[in-house]
Nanobody, 115 residues
């Protein structure tokens, strides 16, 4: 079983920045894709960005140019640098990992963008 632990959420003003981290542990062999999803109140969980072991990325259009994902394979950690934050970026951010077709999720970290 893969365990994912996120950190770095919080309250930030519009236009501000935050950095999220997610570290995988447990049965981490053969993890391919890792990434971030988010869920706003009353809405479905949506893709933010994912990154493969080789570094290929897929960003949601809404965050392109503002968010950057990076991955440290040696540390089994992915980072999400979020900039130019908007109130609509508010939500619970979940880290995910895909291992041989199985999805694993972290517990989520709250990001609130508000003045």
């Amino acid at each position: 079983q893969v365990q994912l632990v996120e950190s770095g959420g919080g309250l930030v003003q519009p236009g501000g920045s935050l950095r999220l981290s997610c570290t995988a542990s447990g049965g981490i062999r053969s993890i391919d894709v890792m990434g971030w999803y988010r869920q706003a109140p009353g809405k479905q969980r949506e893709l933010v960005v994912v990154i493969s072991t080789g570094g290929s990325t897929n960003y949601a259009d809404s965050v392109k140019g503002r968010f950057t994902i990076s991955r440290d394979n040696a540390k089994n950690t992915v980072y999400l640098q979020m900039g130019s934050l908007k109130p609509e970026d508010t939500g619970v951010y979940y880290c995910d990992a895909v291992q041989i077709g199985r999805y694993f999720w972290g517990q989520g970290t709250q990001v609130t963008v508000s003045s």
